[in-house]
């Protein structure tokens, strides 16, 4: 068998890089308003060392990378790590899960070093509701913008990602399903998963069913075959839309059994699971100057304990890390 498989024979092909743990927004189930202890700069992974880690994951057999945060467009000269990236040899799919508040300004530029496709963050389509819920003072306008810039730049297919919060927008689900038929958005509803640190409700947890239950009255959701993409969504399609609604459903049915992914956090973690603390440290040892045969065995250790599923709805929730910093 060639590539990279996990203790249960799982294929281990898609990497996400969260490229640092800073973001210009504040949403309510994310980060708390005051924001997070940030790493000192010498602690943050340099695109240097993020590429030394890509070239042997991708040497392993990943195929796939993530950029994500914080927010990865705050942190300067993105594009230069992108083309760094898209250089490896091996890789497939460079994409990109971004708030969009940068976005109309960046898109063009992440196109041109490489960058395939965007997955943009945005839980409402109201305006004064958006500051409710990021807690900073942009404008919802602006992520708009973005969308519009990523798709004029080819950075298709856009999708959007909603985290549904019980009480705060699961009232906009159905608004959400309507632009995959009038606009042909992609749109995915992430169940809210509780994170560690901030005292969300038990009732910001809305189920993938209840969502689905709420948009029957706009029409049959038929599921997409074959199904798109190789990640937790779930695919289907409302009657006459040219987009797609996607619900990705950590807690109500945890898609840990088809699990391809590893993460490494903004100072060089390598996670195994988005929902368990264990990590192996990849800084500290780069910088002692280990051989890349080295880095090799220390992502084969951290692929060999990946956990077979999370234990969230048994409420075994990680202590450490708060989402932001592992990337989502
Ligand atoms: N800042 C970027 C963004 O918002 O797209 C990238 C990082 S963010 C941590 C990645 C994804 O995690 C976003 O789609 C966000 O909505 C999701 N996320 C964050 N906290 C979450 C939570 N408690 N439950 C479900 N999804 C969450
Ligand atoms: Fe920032 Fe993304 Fe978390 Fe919102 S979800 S606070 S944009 S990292």
């Known amino acids: 068998m060639t590539g990279l498989y996990d203790s249960f024979q799982r294929p281990i092909n898609y990497l996400r890089i969260s490229v640092t ?130 798709k004029s730049a080819g950075l298709n297919p856009v999708k959007i990602n909603m985290v549904v919060i019980g009480g705060i927008n699961d009232d906009e689900v159905e608004s959400f399903a309507a632009k995959t038929v009038n606009e042909g958005w992609h749109v995915r509803f992430i169940e809210f998963m509780p994170t560690p640190g901030l005292n969300n409700p038990a009732s910001y947890f809305v189920a993938a069913a209840d969502i689905k239950e709420r948009l029957e009255p706009l029409g049959s959701l038929e599921p997409c075959r074959p199904q798109v993409g190789n990640g937790p969504a779930r695919y289907f ?57 080295e880095i090799k065995k220390l992502i084969e250790t951290a692929v060999k304990n990946k956990p077979l599923r999370h234990h969230l709805a048994e409420g075994g929730a990680p202590k450490g890390r708060s989402m932001t910093q592992v990337g989502g």
């Open 237 to 293: 399609r409302l009657p006459q839309a040219k987009g797609t609604v996607g619900f990705i459903t950590p807690l109500s049915h945890h898609f840990c059994f088809h699990c391809n992914r590893l993460r490494l956090t903004a100072d060089g973690g390598l996670r195994p699971c988005l929902l368990s603390d264990y990590e192996v440290d990849l800084r500290r040892p780069l910088r002692r100057g280990i051989a890349p045969a």
């Open 21 to 150: 743990d800073r973001c210009n927004l504040r949403c309510i189930y994310c980060m708390p308003e005051g924001g997070i202890s940030q790493l000192p700069h010498n602690q943050i992974l340099t695109y240097e060392e993020i590429y030394a880690i890509a070239q042997v994951a991708v040497g392993l057999g990943i195929t796939k990378i993530r950029i994500t945060g914080g927010e990865p467009l705050v942190r300067l000269g993105l594009a230069k790590l992108i083309q760094m990236l898209a250089q490896i040899d091996g890789i497939d799919d460079i994409s990109l899960t971004t708030n969009g508040i940068l976005l109309s300004r960046y898109a063009g530029e992440l196109k041109q070093a490489g960058l395939n496709r965007v997955n943009v963050s945005l839980d409402t389509l109201d305006a004064a509701r958006f500051k409710r819920i990021t807690r900073r003072n942009y404008e919802i306008n602006q992520v708009l913008e973005g969308i519009d810039a990523a």
